[in-house]
């Protein structure tokens, strides 16, 4: 092993030598603007010297504010267009999650490309963007899904009232009682 190799290694951990004050940092070249030069865009016929609404007539600024969305405007940013009959529904794209919304009949929207409509609504476990795709349902298994699940719904509040909810054998929970022996538990509806 070479003495002069040894003594440059330093041990695991140790910050490097400092640059002696005599020697300049090297130098580097600067990095390019992070920002791209954008095109201007185009709406339609208007030309980009006609952007400028003092110039516009009333009628090319109608037809401008016809096709934009205002910078900044409180949306919703997941609307997309009703479809007569079905049920529409947006799903995060985690494991198992689309599998079962096909299981349960549901179908993936298409856009007029024939793609699968969907868009980056978080950060997933694996840092990517997470997707939601929208489905949609026939209205009428929609609604048989809602009608079962709030069945299941009232068969609990039910048990709950007559202090058996979640009960395992054995088990005694408190449950608040009139002077009859009725339960004082009153779940009210909107």
Known sequence: MNNSIAAERRPPGRPPKP???????PVSTPAPPVTPQLEPV???DTEPAELSA?????????????KRTP???????????PRAGYHRHWFNDTPGRLMDAQAAAYDFVLDHEGKKVCKPVGVAETGGPLMAYLMEIPQE??????????????EMESAIK???????????DYVPQRADGSPSIVIKRR
Request: charged fraction near 25%; charge should be positive; avoid cysteine.
């Open 19 to 25: 640059i002696p004050m005599n020697v300049a940092p």
């Open 54 to 66: 003092s110039m516009m007539s009333p009628n090319q600024l109608a037809k401008l504010r016809a």
């Open 42 to 44: 185009m709406f339609g």
């Open 141 to 154: 298994l929609f609604e048989e899904d809602m009608r079962a699940q709030q069945e299941r719904i009232e």
């Open 71 to 81: 910078f900044g405007s409180q949306g919703q940013k997941l609307a997309y267009p």
């Open 162 to 172: 007559r202090g058996k909810g979640n009960q395992l054998e054995g088990d005694r």
